[in-house]
């Protein structure tokens, strides 16, 4: 059997390595789909190499990436069928990352007979561009909703929606996962200041604001120092924000994915307090390491974390409400570990990521061609 794999629409390995996130998906998925299949094509939307993100021997003799080019993503969704028309006839099943790479899918499947599997992982249109993207976008997931013949969804909440709009026999449960190993508990030494750490894209949807708020209201009470790790359009305001509240805030530049577990182990908490999340892989991550988590009180949050169990939700609506649950961390060390324990052994039992990803090459090879 052969898969071909479809990132989200503008992706590619480059798009990922921007956060750091490129050696996620070479070492979680890359290298247990070339074991599980004779051969895997990956068609970016991106002019880029393998080469350029991995020297790994097998991966270079059994995964295939097939460069884009300089047009329009949305363009290149029709364009890609036709340039590669030949590979995607090799494919016995098609992998889409989100399903707003789906429409190169729907045109394999209707030319040339490939079935496909799509992840709907996030509310899309919230995170929408412009009208027009917003547009696009949902008539896009339409399509590869319908033509999909599997759907994995990574909360029951997502696939509710799912299920109400193309049944319930498409859908498929499957949470994003964590390498577990790589994300472990490790211990740090005891220390004055207290750090309290975010990790992700700085932008306006994650209410980055909030964390600064809360350390402001903490002043006094305890020694914080807030780290930001990763980049985005919010930097600027947020450095300033910092500056005019006097909190103490370090900003780390986007590392590589690898790197991530020494922030975590030796963060005090672990802060997301986003407006919305669909299933967020480092939360799972903040989770596996041991760190006590505190997150917004939204969907994507709320699917991972048992409040009071392993780790702390807030209400977004109560401006005191983060500060409140950043001092009942720091208050309590014990305690803290305590949540990061529980956070540790929930993330192993429910998302190791080598488990559920040889559940996703499972749902692949029975929905597979059986003559590719």
């Given at each position: 059997?052969?898969?071909?794999?479809?990132?989200?629409?503008?992706?590619?390995?480059?798009?990922?390595?921007?956060?750091?996130?490129?050696?996620?998906?070479?070492?979680?998925?890359?290298?247990?789909?070339?074991?599980?299949?004779?051969?895997?094509?990956?068609?970016?939307?991106?002019?880029?190499?393998?080469?350029?993100?991995?020297?790994?021997?097998?991966?270079?003799?059994?995964?295939?990436?097939?460069?884009?080019?300089?047009?329009?993503?949305?363009?290149?969704?029709?364009?890609?069928?036709?340039?590669?028309?030949?590979e995607l006839r090799q494919c016995s099943i098609l992998r889409v990352f989100q399903v707003t790479g789906a429409l190169p899918a729907v045109i394999a499947?209707?030319?040339?007979?490939?079935?496909?599997?799509?992840?709907?992982?996030?509310?899309?249109?919230?995170?929408?561009?412009?009208?027009?993207?917003?547009?696009?976008?949902?008539?896009?997931?339409?399509?590869?909703?319908?033509?999909?013949?599997?759907?994995?969804?990574?909360?029951?909440?997502?696939?509710?929606?799912?299920?109400?709009?193309?049944?319930?026999?498409?859908?498929?449960?499957?949470?994003?996962?964590?390498?577990?190993?790589?994300?472990?508990?490790?211990?740090?030494?005891?220390?004055?200041?207290?750090?309290?750490?975010?990790?992700?894209?700085?932008?306006?949807?994650?209410n980055l604001g909030s964390i600064v708020d809360a350390a402001a209201r903490l002043a006094g009470r305890f020694d914080l120092r807030l780290m930001f790790?990763?980049?985005?359009?919010?930097?600027?305001?947020?450095?300033?924000?910092?500056?005019?509240?006097?909190?103490?805030?370090?900003?780390?530049?986007?590392?590589?994915?690898?790197?991530?577990?020494?922030?975590?182990?030796?963060?005090?908490?672990?802060?997301?307090?986003?407006?919305?999340?669909?299933?967020?892989?480092?939360?799972?991550?903040?989770?596996?390491?041991?760190?006590?988590?505190?997150?917004?009180?939204?969907?994507?949050?709320?699917?991972?974390?048992?409040?009071?169990?392993?780790?702390?939700?807030?209400?977004?609506?109560?401006?005191?409400?983060?500060?409140?649950?950043?001092?009942?961390?720091?208050?309590?060390?014990?305690?803290?570990?305590?949540?990061?324990?529980?956070?540790?052994?929930?993330?192993?039992?429910?998302?190791?990521?080598?488990?559920?990803?040889?559940?996703?090459?499972?749902?692949?090879?029975?929905?597979?061609?059986?003559?590719?």
């Open positions: 059997m052969v898969l071909g794999l479809l990132p989200a629409i503008r992706g590619g390995l480059g798009e990922l390595a921007k956060t750091g996130q490129h050696s996620r998906l070479i070492d979680g998925y890359f290298k247990p789909y070339a074991r599980a299949f004779e051969a895997v094509h990956y068609f970016s939307y991106l002019d880029e190499s393998l080469s350029a993100y991995t020297t790994d021997p097998e991966l270079a003799a059994r995964v295939r990436l097939h460069p884009g080019g300089h047009w329009h993503p949305w363009a290149y969704g029709f364009v890609m069928p036709l340039r590669y028309a030949r499947k209707r030319r040339f007979g490939v079935p496909f599997v799509t992840t709907y992982g996030f509310w899309y249109g919230r995170l929408a561009r412009s009208p027009a993207t917003s547009a696009l976008r949902r008539g896009v997931e339409t399509l590869g909703l319908r033509a999909a013949d599997g759907v994995i969804v990574t909360t029951p909440e997502l696939g509710a929606h799912v299920a109400a709009r193309v049944g319930d026999a498409k859908v498929h449960l499957i949470p994003n996962g964590v390498d577990t190993a790589r994300f472990a508990p490790a211990p740090h030494a005891a220390r004055s200041a207290r750090t309290v750490l975010y990790v992700g894209r700085l932008s306006t949807e994650k790790v990763g980049d985005g359009p919010a930097r600027a305001d947020l450095e300033a924000e910092a500056r005019r509240r006097s909190v103490a805030a370090e900003f780390v530049p986007v590392v590589e994915h690898g790197r991530v577990p020494a922030f975590l182990t030796a963060a005090d908490a672990f802060v997301l307090p986003s407006y919305t999340e669909g299933h967020p892989k480092i939360l799972l991550e903040a989770m596996s390491a041991g760190v006590a988590c505190i997150a917004s009180d939204v969907g994507g949050n709320r699917a991972i974390i048992e409040p009071g169990v392993t780790g702390l939700l807030f209400d977004l609506r109560d401006p005191s409400a983060l500060a409140a649950a950043l001092a009942r961390v720091l208050d309590d060390p014990a305690g803290a570990r305590a949540l990061g324990e529980r956070a540790r052994a929930r993330a192993v039992e429910r998302y190791d990521l080598t488990r559920l990803v040889a559940e996703e090459i499972d749902l692949l090879k029975r929905l597979a061609r059986a003559d590719r």
